[in-house]
């Protein structure tokens, strides 16, 4: 079978379409997951009782257990609780929760990366718990978990497209629709490929780039 | 919890599934992870880009798009594939690159001298990482390893959208059948269950990989920090 450019063009528009899906519902969830991220790794630090450890218990099972699952529970399982959510409303509540257990992690590695000599001076300076956290902690720590916390918001992108799986229609959803409906695969295949891998490797490159930046300050 | 005990035979049948695909992946992987990962710590620079290419593809890619494509796509060029062996490819060229990037920094983790000292005893290339090289890496890469496991084993669930009847499916099944014979949606029973099923078996590997990492600790080998995130999904 041919490539055939002419196929690409007319179903171009779909293919847009699904990659704003596709962007819309990962930047959604890169927003709401750090949020999370940040007020969750606070309460771990500050050691808040009972929240602290529902948040450990969160982590870990979000780690734990395959994203599709969580998917599917959240879609087909929570209506029959009587909790109905819009499709779109479902797939980005589910990356949200699978990134913002990661972005948990990833702040409170930053966190503990802080050098002990300062969490000591901001006490000294009679700074309460909180006041530590919004003044010095998190700006640290959010410097030294930036790259950790940007490749988790790639994976966000990568995992977006598990979102097909309950029918939105996202770039891998259109993609493969295509492919079902018109028994061409190549045209599809190709776009994907080059679709995610764009978007990918650019992305990780920007890390890559904003890393070796950060870490100018300690370099000689 | 009746509709869970009349449905235990299919569960199984799931589990059994998963936990083969999980294994029948695990080997592909390795064999995979040990080729590429060691022809990546050779002199000649076109082999370390060739898999460093095949490793970043696999890694960037969704898996579930290189699923897809390989189900999809392989009636396309004439070789049709069951589920089962589609995911099994999918998931353990997947599983390959997440290996060769944990072999590769498993055999850089051995210190210099070690390679050094055993070329001064005249031991060639082949030998050197078959007696020096491989045996210590081995160690250090356990606890990634674990974890790579215990990824593969939560992948498998991708078999569930192309038709593999492994946990995942098994679950949706009952549901099905459920919803249709007895009029009731037990949707977040079941999948409450499957997903309990999954913690406990992924947070065991879990447990089993920082178990490894304290251990080899003790023994003073630095354990390799390459450890597949479930970020790299």
């Not at chain 1, 930053?110 to 001076?121: C, W």
């Not at chain 2, 960037?60 to 004439?78: C, E, N, S, Y």
């Not at chain 2, 049709?80 to 998931?91: D, H, I, S, T, Y």
């Not at chain 2, 944990?102 to 210099?112: D, F, L, N, Y």
Request: contains cysteine; aromatic residues 8%.
């Amino acid at each position: 079978m041919e490539f055939d450019l002419a196929y690409l063009v007319r179903w171009l528009p779909a293919l847009l379409r699904g990659l704003s899906l596709t962007v819309q519902a990962s930047a959604l969830a890169v927003l709401f997951s750090i949020v999370i991220g940040l007020v969750g790794a606070s309460i771990r630090v500050a050691k808040v009782p009972v929240l602290s450890h529902i948040i450990a218990a969160y982590v870990e099972l979000i780690r734990n257990t395959p994203i599709l699952v969580q998917l599917f529970f959240i879609f087909f399982g929570l209506p029959t609780l009587g909790l109905t959510l819009s499709l779109f409303a479902s797939g980005v509540l589910c990356l949200t929760l699978w990134a913002g257990a990661f972005q948990i992690e990833n702040v409170r590695g930053g966190l503990a990366a802080i050098a002990p000599g300062l969490k000591e001076a901001a006490r000294a300076l009679g700074l309460t718990q909180a006041q530590y956290l919004r003044l010095v902690g998190l700006p640290l720590a959010i410097r030294v978990g930036l790259p950790s916390m940007l490749n988790t918001c790639v994976s966000v992108i990568k995992n977006s497209a598990y979102l097909s799986a309950i029918g939105i229609q996202e770039l891998t959803g259109v993609a493969f629709d295509r492919i079902a409906s018109d028994f061409r695969a190549f045209e599809m295949l190709a776009v994907l490929l080059v679709g995610y891998l764009s978007v990918v490797l650019s992305l990780s490159f920007a890390v890559r780039l904003l890393e070796h930046r950060l870490q100018a300050p300690f370099r000689r | 919890m009746n509709l869970i005990i009349e449905n235990l035979p299919l569960l199984w049948i799931g589990l059994k599934a998963t936990l083969s695909l999980a294994l029948v992946t695990l080997l592909a992987s390795s064999a995979i992870g040990v080729v590429l990962g060691s022809l990546a710590t050779l002199k000649p620079k076109p082999l370390r880009v060739a898999v460093a290419l095949y490793v970043e593809t696999f890694r960037d890619i969704p898996l579930i798009v290189t699923i897809f494509t390989i189900f999809f796509g392989a009636p396309f060029v004439g070789v049709p594939l069951e589920p089962f062996p589609a995911v099994a490819l999918g998931l353990s060229l997947w599983g390959g690159a997440n290996a060769s990037e944990i072999v590769r920094a498993g055999i850089t983790s051995v210190p210099a001298g070690q390679t050094e000292a055993a070329r001064a005893l005249g031991l060639h290339t082949a030998k050197i990482y078959l007696l020096i090289l491989w045996p210590q890496a081995t160690r250090a890469v356990l606890p990634a390893y674990t974890g790579l496991l215990a990824l593969l084993f939560q992948s498998t669930s991708l078999g569930a959208l192309v038709g593999v009847t492994e946990f995942l499916k098994a679950g949706g099944l009952i549901i099905e059948r459920s919803t249709v014979m007895l009029g009731v949606n037990p949707s977040f029973q079941i999948y409450g269950v499957v997903l309990a099923v999954y913690f406990v078996i992924s947070s065991g590997l879990s447990l089993l990989s920082r178990w490894l990492e304290r251990r080899l600790a003790k023994g003073g080998t630095r354990a390799v920090v390459a450890a597949p995130d479930a970020a790299s999904l």
